[in-house]
């Protein structure tokens, strides 16, 4: 409620840009977080593996540093908001090594950080837009920089979610 907020009171368009996009990422990843808690409650039922466990606190630690990240940008931080979670996102791709993909056989998988690199880099595309913001260089054209990217990645999202249904 406080992004929606902020997304019609703020009177800097940048601001109204940023807090759209994080309003739409937040609903998504707030949406992944359970899928992903389904999954670690799935796979632990299939398997006993130490790396369920290892993935399973790395997660509830990502969605602690999210959640924080999400009200303090609802708080009106929206920048430092941005890129708590952002650092949040990272710490998970950097940390998770592992897949899980309850329907497959072995539904627990090992991914390198080799596999992860082009999600990281777009992290830190994203998180070095943020930094941009923060100093206050172009925040307009960042603003809707990274409110394109909340845009598509949602998008992407739920046309994975449609197609994986059909």
Known sequence: MGLGWQVFAQ???SHRL????????????????MVDLRQ?????QQVDDRRLGRFYQVLLLAI?????GFYLA???GLGSGTGAI???????N???????QPETEPPLRSVSLRERSGVLLADGLALALVGLWLADVGRVWIGAGLLTIALTYV????GLGVRSRL
């Open 64 to 68: 602690a540093g999210q959640l924080v």
């Open 11 to 13: 009177q800097a368009l």
């Open 18 to 33: 940023l807090a759209l996009g994080l309003l739409l990422t937040g609903i998504e990843q707030g949406r992944m977080a």
């Open 40 to 44: 670690v409650a799935t796979v632990g």
């Open 74 to 76: 609802a708080a009106g």
């Open 94 to 100: 950097l940390a998770a090594g592992v897949q899980l």
């Open 86 to 92: 952002m650092i949040s996102i990272i710490g998970f």
């Open 155 to 158: 998008a992407v999202k739920l």
